[in-house]
């Protein structure tokens, strides 16, 4: 991805290199700072949303990513969480918001702390496979990444599905916009980063040890069953 300029100032190597976005778009070890932005943004996003609806007398648009009740894991961890694991570049995470941004649009629906989690897991999975080369995540296949975001595998398959039919299969992110993002990423987050874990990704080799937790902590049992959308 080559700089560009957005309203008189040029974006590319600097703001990837901010962001701990690596160029090559290979995956880089050590917490990267766009997980902490990108975290205080969906955070300080579902404070508004839930301000907003709470104090409204219209219903919010219940989707299939909807759980029942919201996880106890918070954003920071999960994000954390999917970084650790994966394995994949650095920046999956910002394609994966365009993605949450354009399914909250298409659907007409809030981020809220009862969809995030499985907007996030999924958006990052499709992203992981649209973008990355397969030679780095070959090994990461949908029951992997249930097990990494604490869902079952057909859940997996159904939110996976749900996501792509939502974008038309539009998965396609231009440099413009991914510059964008990153703008966005880092003008909004607005916190420096201070991991609330040491991440060594090296020691794990992308995948939970035997005497680690392989399965994320299950997320609340989610109503997509009940609803259309």
């Known amino acids: 991805?080559?700089?560009m300029m957005i309203k008189g100032k040029a974006v590319g190597s600097d703001l990837y290199a901010c962001?701990?976005?690596?160029?090559?778009?290979n995956w880089v070890p050590g917490a990267p700072r766009v997980l902490s932005?990108?975290?205080?943004?969906?955070?300080?996003?579902?404070?508004?949303?839930e301000k907003l609806v709470g104090g409204s007398r219209r219903m919010d648009v219940v989707t299939i990513f909807h759980g029942t009740k919201a996880p106890a894991l918070g954003i920071r961890q999960y994000v954390e969480r999917i970084f650790k694991y994966s394995k994949c570049s650095n920046s999956c995470f910002v394609v994966a918001l365009v993605y949450v941004d354009r399914f909250l649009e298409r659907m007409g629906a809030h981020l809220t702390s009862l969809n995030v989690h499985r907007l996030l897991i999924t958006s990052f999975m499709v992203a992981a496979k649209f973008i990355d080369d397969h030679r780095i995540c070959r090994c990461y296949n949908n029951a992997y990444y249930a097990k990494v975001g604490g869902v079952s595998t057909e859940e997996m398959n159904e939110l996976e599905m749900k996501l792509l039919f939502s974008l038309d299969f539009r998965l396609h992110v231009t440099t413009e916009v991914f510059n964008k993002y990153c703008l966005?990423?880092?003008?909004?987050?607005?916190?420096a980063y201070q991991p609330s874990q040491q991440i060594q990704g090296h020691l794990l080799g992308g995948r939970p040890k035997k005497d680690e937790n392989k399965r994320g902590p299950k997320l609340p049992?989610?109503?997509?069953?009940?609803c259309s959308t």
Do not use: F, P, W, Y
């Not at 966005?184 to 916190?191: A, D, F, H, L, P």
């Not at 049992?221 to 009940?226: C, E, I, K, L, V």
């Open 1 to 3: 991805m080559g700089a």
């Open 19 to 25: 962001l701990g976005i690596d160029k090559s778009g």
């Open 37 to 49: 932005l990108l975290s205080s943004i969906l955070e300080r996003s579902i404070q508004r949303n």
């Open 184 to 191: 966005k990423i880092e003008r909004e987050g607005g916190v």
């Open 221 to 226: 049992g989610h109503r997509g069953r009940a």
